[in-house]
Nanobody, 124 residues
Framework: QVQLVESGGRLVQAGGSLNISCEASGRIFRNYYWGWFRQAPGKERGVVAIINWTGEYTDYRDSVKGRFTISRDSAKNTVYLQMNSLNPEDTAVYYC?????????????????WGQGTQVTVSS
């Protein structure tokens, strides 16, 4: 089983930038997909960005395209999310997770466990 620890979230002003990290340990599959997800109060958890372990494939939800960039450092078993031009609608707890395929990574209700997440708050 893989263990995930998200970090780097904090309070930031609208228009600002933030880079959050997800460090993985345990049973890591190199051919898996990795994703960042977020959950705002009263809303369901949803996909923000996806990357495969080689970094050749990435995908983003429409509302963050051009502002967010997902990346990974395979040597450090860490996935990052660089967030620019933040706005209050980006306020949420951000989580990462991993799955074996594109359809599976998007199925947020199928995961057996999640990390503690990292809180990102954007003030207007």
């Amino acid at each position: 089983q893989v263990q995930l620890v998200e970090s780097g979230g904090r309070l930031v002003q609208a228009g600002g930038s933030l880079n959050i990290s997800c460090e993985a340990s345990g049973r890591i599959f190199r051919n898996y997909y990795w994703g960042w997800f977020r959950q705002a109060p009263g809303k369901e958890r949803g996909v923000v960005a996806i990357i495969n372990w080689t970094g050749e494939y990435t995908d983003y939800r429409d509302s963050v395209k051009g502002r967010f960039t997902i990346s990974r450092d395979s040597a450090k078993n860490t996935v990052y999310l660089q967030m620019n031009s933040l706005n209050p609608e980006d306020t949420a707890v951000y989580y990462c997770n991993t799955a074996h395929s594109k359809p599976a990574i998007r199925n947020t209700k199928a995961y057996r466990s999640w990390g503690q997440g990292t809180q990102v708050t954007v003030s207007s």
